[in-house]
T-cell receptor, first 115, second 112 residues
Framework: DVKVTQSSRYLVKRTGEKVFLECVQDMDHENMFWYRQDPGLGLRLIYFSYDVKMKEKGDIPEGYSVSREKKERFSLILESASTNQTSMYLC??????????????FGDGTRLSIL | GDSVTQMEGPVTLSEEAFLTINCTYTATGYPSLFWYVQYPGEGLQLLLKATKADDKGSNKGFEATYRKETTSFHLEKGSVQVSDSAVYFCALSEGSARQLTFGSGTQLTVLP
């Protein structure tokens, strides 16, 4: 089974801090994703990476950056945390293969609170 | 662009009731369709998928049929259990796109 591991289940940080969320997958997947999930808004894509050192903006990249130095690890960075970034953050990975029928596999999420 | 519309929740059912969660989509081509489930406090798990018209995906007693003519992928289960209480997401992926387009999710609560 695919295992996607997010480093923290719960995290509390202060406004203005630089925050790192880490995600590791064990299936040698090329594609990795970061979403945030908010009540009433569903899942929204922040950034994705289709290979090492490659990244693309999703629907809501403002205030975030990402890093993919190794294939198995995809980091989400909040450059200067703000209270409106309080949310559930979900990481996912997917095998490439160039076809649309490969599912994404998700981690358990990090519930981040910015005070 | 692509979009997915799910029925509004929350849905509350008694144990052993029949479940339908409606999902319709808009896409320019021939997408692959997915249902994901999110149990309380957890991430999303793939429940089932279908990759072409008239395909039926099934898993754990849940089924959904890819209906191209009605652009729908409704989720059904004949007899729900308390353990099925969760949020269900319909999603699509099209062509060479790597990302999924999700519906807004439907909260299901099953009462004993």
């Amino acid at each position: 089974d695919v295992k996607v591991t997010q480093s923290s289940r719960y995290l509390v940080k202060r406004t203005g801090e630089k925050v790192f969320l880490e995600c590791v997958q064990d299936m040698d997947h090329e594609n990795m994703f970061w979403y945030r999930q908010d009540p009433g808004l569903g899942l929204r894509l922040i950034y994705f990476s289709y290979d090492v050192k490659m990244k693309e903006k999703g629907d809501i990249p403002e205030g975030y950056s990402v890093s993919r130095e190794k294939k198995e690890r995809f980091s989400l960075i909040l450059e200067s945390a703000s209270t409106n970034q309080t949310s559930m953050y979900l990481c996912a990975s997917r095998s490439a293969g160039g076809v649309s029928n490969q599912p994404q596999h998700f981690g358990d999420g990090t519930r981040l609170s910015i005070l | 662009g692509d979009s997915v519309t799910q029925m509004e929740g929350p849905v509350t059912l008694s144990e052993e009731a029949f479940l339908t969660i409606n999902c319709t989509y808009t896409a320019t081509g021939y997408p692959s369709l997915f249902w994901y489930v999110q149990y309380p406090g957890e991430g999303l798990q793939l429940l089932l998928k279908a990759t072409k018209a008239d395909d039926k995906g099934s898993n754990k007693g849940f089924e959904a049929t890819y209906r191209k003519e009605t652009t729908s992928f409704h989720l059904e289960k004949g007899s729900v259990q308390v353990s099925d209480s969760a949020v269900y997401f319909c999603a699509l992926s099209e062509g060479s796109a790597r990302q999924l387009t999700f519906g807004s999710g439907t909260q299901l609560t099953v009462l004993p």
